[in-house]
């Protein structure tokens, strides 16, 4: 069992900068991919960045690529996602979530969902 739990969300404006945190219970952090995905209102939660259980592979939805940055620390088991940059557009309530696979991260397929933490950017 994996327990999640986000933090850093907030105000900001729009051009500035938030880093989220991802706080993982258990002793097998590394064993897992995880991600972040996130969810508008009146939206679909969406896919947002991804990284493998070592760190070495990452990947990153089109609309934040060159703005978002997701890492992790296995000794801290944290994983974070810094965001840059930020659109009015990129407000939504973000999740923190894991799986044992770096594949086929869909909405549906994650095993482990944190409760999400809100990021608003004012225009």
């Known amino acids: 069992q994996v327990q999640l739990v986000e933090s850093g969300g907030g105000l900001v404006q729009a051009g500035g900068s938030l880093r989220l945190s991802c706080a993982a219970s258990?002793?097998?952090?590394?064993?897992?991919?995880m991600g972040w995905f996130r969810q508008a209102p009146g939206k679909e939660r969406e896919f947002v960045a991804k990284i493998s259980g070592s760190g070495g592979s990452t990947f990153y939805a089109d609309s934040v690529k060159g703005r978002f940055t997701i890492s992790r620390d296995n000794a801290k088991n944290t994983v974070y996602l810094q965001m840059n940059s930020l659109k009015p557009e990129d407000t939504a309530v973000y999740y923190c979530?894991?799986?044992?696979?770096?594949?086929?991260?869909?909405?549906?397929?994650?095993?482990?969902w944190g409760k999400g933490t809100l990021v608003t950017v004012s225009s």
């Open positions: 979530a894991a799986r044992t696979s770096y594949f086929d991260f869909r909405p549906d397929g994650m095993r482990y």
């Open positions: 258990g002793r097998t952090f590394s064993s897992y991919a």
